[in-house]
């Protein structure tokens, strides 16, 4: 669990309509991930994870997790990954589980959660892109 990525279906329609209005698509790809960056860190740092029990989000047991979260964020694609050595050895642990500890993947968990929300943000920048295209 070294990163999580997000990447856009549909690429070929992207690209072309990237092509013609190459400062626009852009802009509303950035758009769309940064509302898509905050409906994830609000889902990660909701309800943490029960000691023993199911999800929520990040495991709060020293909050070191919670605090490591990094967002690259591009016009087709976010990346969420933790900053540090230290966090990504145990976040690594923490999110796969290990033979004395069970898995609690609270990025699977965000992901398979806001399903709904992802799918709403990307028909929304397709639709306006191709809109857009059609001026």
Known sequence: MSKFEIHLEGEEALRQAINRQPEYVKR?????????????QQRINRKPWQVGGGGGGVPRDTNSLAHAHRYQIRPTQMKISLQGQKEKKYGWYVHEGTRKMKERPWLDYAHEKEKNQRDRQVTDFLRDITNNLGD
């Open 28 to 40: 509303r790809g950035l758009q769309m991930m940064t509302r898509l960056k905050a409906i994830y």
